[in-house]
């Protein structure tokens, strides 16, 4: 079973639309990490949050702690958003204190 | 700006080798981390470190081992290749500022591809 659980696997959107990817987790959590990783490999930090939304020009990013629930959320989409998202939590328990877990991805494709 | 640099973006090598993959960080930070990602499976965490000499397993530690003389490099060592060891491997570093488990952003390298043939 994995800990962290996004939705879609895979996401096709028409340049303009507005786009959101789902992360929910099972575990107790310090931080919630959104990632974006472009074909080649580099992975850059999107987001680091542990409660409320933040926004980083197009990008907006939500947290729901009670309900262990994430949402990344990009407006007027480009073509060069096209990427895999990855969202990743901070353990705050016990054993795994400071453990990250990984989502398996999302890949976006925009379309001009 | 952080910079995690990876020594390689690809690298191709044969069953048996002893590989090195190394990694340097240029932000004085404590915490580094090797991660394998294969399709459908996502980020695993190899091993970790949080000092210098410091080394910790992570979820898939078999088959690797990992040097840490100097607080900029972490290096991950694959003793003898083998074709399952195809992955692409991530290393990644944060700072340790206020505290073991402060939450600090993530900088990764470029990521190397590597292929055990």
């Known amino acids: 079973k994995n800990e962290v659980e996004q939705s879609p696997q895979n996401l096709t959107a028409q340049e303009g639309e507005f786009i959101t990817i789902n992360c929910s987790y099972s575990?107790?959590?310090?931080?919630l990490h959104w990632l974006q990783q472009h074909p080649g490999g580099g992975i850059v930090s999107l987001f680091m949050l542990s409660s409320g939304k933040k926004k980083h020009g197009r990008l907006i990013a939500t947290i729901n702690i009670q309900e262990k629930h994430s949402s990344l959320h990009i407006t007027a989409s480009h073509p060069r958003d096209s990427a895999v998202y990855i969202c990743a939590v901070k353990s705050d328990r016990g054993s795994t204190l400071g453990r990250l877990y990984f989502g398996r991805g999302t890949q976006l494709t925009v379309w001009p | 700006d952080v910079k995690v640099t990876q020594s390689s973006r690809y690298l191709v090598k044969r069953t048996g080798e002893k590989v090195f993959l190394e990694c340097v960080q240029d932000m004085d930070h404590e915490n580094m981390f090797w991660y394998r990602q294969d399709p459908g499976l996502g980020l695993r965490l190899i091993y970790f470190s949080y000092d210098v000499k410091m080394k910790e397993k992570g979820d898939i530690p078999e088959g690797y081992s990992v040097s840490r003389e100097k607080k900029e490099r972490f290096s991950l060592i694959l003793e003898s290749a083998s074709t399952n060891q195809t992955s692409m491997y991530l290393c990644?570093?944060?700072?340790?500022?206020?505290?073991?488990?402060?939450?600090?952003?993530?900088?990764f390298g470029n990521g190397t591809r590597l292929t055990v043939t």
């Open positions: 990644a570093s944060s700072s340790l500022t206020g505290g073991p488990f402060y939450n600090s952003p993530l900088h």
């Open positions: 575990v107790g959590i310090s931080a």
